[in-house]
């Protein structure tokens, strides 16, 4: 995890307290390389652009029943379909170029 400021660091402690969940939720979610957790002082954190993500895992697991390998899949292939569209756009512009 790259050096972050304190200000843009989440307590996990907050974070699980705040959605009501259990730190073990994380912990597997960082097991299993989905978030970066950093340790300070004995204290666990995340950084703050990871929020979405991880408020995007809480709902796939508390709120639709999926387990951790289902979030795992849909995650990559969520990742795919978004480095699939970024290289349409990228052929789209080059292919442009021969058209004009």
Do not use: W
């Not at 340790?39 to 979405?52: A, C, H, N, R």
């Amino acid at each position: 995890m790259k050096a972050t400021k304190p200000d843009d660091l989440i307590a996990v402690s907050e974070f699980c307290v705040h959605h009501n969940i259990e730190i073990s939720f994380i912990n597997l979610l960082q097991q299993n390389g989905l978030i970066e957790i950093s340790t300070i002082e004995s204290k666990y954190f995340v950084e703050k652009e990871q929020l979405p993500q991880l408020e995007k895992f809480v709902r796939f697991y508390y709120e639709m029943d999926i387990n951790l390998e289902g979030i795992e899949t849909i995650t990559y292939l969520l990742q795919r379909i978004e480095n699939l569209q970024d290289e349409i756009v990228e052929l789209k512009n080059r292919l442009r170029l021969y058209e004009g």
